[in-house]
């Protein structure tokens, strides 16, 4: 088989180190390569003790960040958000066993001070991350800062292994030219003030009006997925079934990049800002389809999306009741045939994801529930190929088997 | 151009000619608005003498009745001399105004143009009226219509694609333009902006996607339909007639293989709430794109892709004998800002 490679999110944390809860835990030796059930167990742990803080000044934009990502509002909708009061706790499910404690701080001073103060304990207690959002418009930076220090002491006092996120938002208000020089000199600033944690702070240029967005949150969100290693080895045999250059996972309602896989067949000069984009570009459609069907737009709104172009095919499907997968293979129509019959396959091995780990079956694909009349496809194993005679044949097979096999784990 | 930055445009002070290439060339031609073209001392036969079709744009914000007065005085003087010539009102920036105002709107300068018309003689003037916007697609949508008065073979095109929306079971179809999003054609059923303006996000979604993964570039190649000097529209029946659509009930072995070229894009969506779009490209300048509520849509998908294969060939033979443009068909576009 053909060599791949995988471009890590170059600010991914491990596991270790996110949640302080899983250090202690019986993981011995963190050299080893962890177990499925380890890995498991701690997704448990930290389900339990995972809390997000998004802190700044009021006006900054961090509801409207957390609603656009999480509760699907569109950008121009955030106008009519008022101040968040005191705190907005909010439990996001990610990935079925991944379980977002959201805690939206209001950035007033009234309830600043009294996170500092009376509520320190409270607030400060157990944090996993802490997303502190500066707004590149306001003319107090000083001041800012100041804030800012006072929060990192106190998270330092009690949660000392958080991470720490800086988003310097409403870069659109920055003419385009000077966007990057502004950002740099923030960052330094940030970076001066982050104490004990400057060396791990990342920071990065956001606004709700592209896809930086979601490159920020991608990445965040991406920080806190506990077994991806085992998530990269079932997508990685995806890829190579399909002879894919590229497969990438997606949380289905925020459409937020979990996981992506370049393989050797790409052409080697991706688009660095790809994830992104795919997420905006998805996202907006999903808007779109929700606003025709008049739905609400965090629903489902697609099972199957798939274009065939003179120089590739791109598919992308639903895979678990929290994913969708999308790949981007070689064009062709028989190509296109195979790889929904195996991206299927993969997805009834995958779909244990959210399952406990014990009933857990990789390949051979003994507990596949298909529908009858399909066993031809029962004892298949990846990759299924077809001639292009073939596939004209077995598409019809192919489209009935995609609704009734399509597993709503969790 | 994203709307919001068309507040920074200059006005316009000389008359600018554009070019709309798209199966045909199009010319647009924007006129400046403070000028009144009719009076005297202006080369009418040379402005409007090639013209097929004026845009007039109303400001529905601004006090329009002066700006009617001198549509009036257009239409009355072109009458005389070139008596072909439609006319399409754009009742502009309706967006700029409150929902339940805007029809009383619509409605009021509607009745005050033709009443007029009316009291000088001239009872069923060539005039449609559209509601616009540069912020929502309704501008995309009555641009597409004044092209369609445009086209002689407009006829053609709607009975082929009505013929693939009753067999295929679409709800409604479109055949747009892969530059503009303009259609130039749909099927005939009631049109609905939902529509339009759903299938033209998709395309959308279906070009961005392209821009990161076609490494080729394949939608900016050169592009000349074939000429032939033809002017034969006969042929235009053949193509309907020539369409032999396999119904539905038709079993796969009856096909053959291939029905879809290597080049023809395409593309499908299987929504979750039974509505699935189908689009397909017939040439590098034209898509199919439609959607369907029909049940067991995506299943018969091998058919209908059939049926298209052979819509997207009566289509090319359409095209191939109206591609030579002589009688060139131009199209003036006046603004009035007033
Ligand atoms: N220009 C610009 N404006 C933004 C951006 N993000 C948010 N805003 C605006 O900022 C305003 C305040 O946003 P919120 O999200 O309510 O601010 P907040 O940080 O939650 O404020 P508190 O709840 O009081 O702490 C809103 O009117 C948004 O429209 C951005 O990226 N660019
Ligand atoms: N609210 C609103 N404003 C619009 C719309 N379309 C155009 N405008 C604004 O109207 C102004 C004039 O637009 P132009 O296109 O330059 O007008 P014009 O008709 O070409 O004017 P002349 O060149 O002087 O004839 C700009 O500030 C646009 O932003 C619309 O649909 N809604
Ligand atoms: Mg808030
Ligand atoms: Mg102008």
Redesign the pocket.
Known sequence: MTTMTTEAYSNRISVDTVNPASTSNANASPKTKHTSEDEYTAGKVKEAKQKILLMGKSGSGKSSMRNIIFSNFVAKDVRRLGATIDVERSKVKFLGNLVLNLWDCGGQDAFTENFLTSQKKFVFDHVGVLIYVFDIESRETERDLLTYIQIIKCLEQYSPHACVFCLVHKMDLVQVESRDAVFQERRALITQSSRSYAKRMVSYPTTIWDQSLYRAWGNIVNSLIPNMNVIEDYLRHLAESIEAQEVILFEQSTFLAVKHIRTARGDGSPYPDRLERLSHILKTFKHSMATFTESSSSSHQFEEFYISAPTFNLVISNFTSNTCVLCVFPPGDSEITCARINIGTARQEFFDFDMPVSSRQRSPLAERRSPEGHSRYNNSTLPYKTTSHESQQSIETVMSMDEPSTPRGG | MP???????????SIKKHMLKSFRTFDIW?????INFTSSGYDTEGIFGPAGAIVW?L?A?DNYVESCARLFETVMSLQQTRPNIKFAVFI?????ISDDYREDTVRDIQQRITDDLDDAGLTNPPITFHS????DIS?SEALSKVLQLLIPQLPTFEALINNIAVNCCFHKLYLIDTLTKLFIASDTSPGDTASYSLLCDWFDTLMDLADLYSTEGQSNESHAISERNNGDTSNDRNAVNGSALVKPGATMSTLAPPYITENDAHSFVKGSRGIDLYLREITVQLVLVGWSKQSGFAERKPLIDYNVSLFSKAIKDCLQVIAPDPPETEEAQS???S
Do not use: A, R
């Open positions: 709307p919001t930055e068309t507040v920074f445009l200059p006005t316009t002070v924007d006129l400046p608005g403070q744009v400001d914000q502009h920036k309706t967006d700029s616009t916007s540069v912020y501008i603004s009035d800002n």
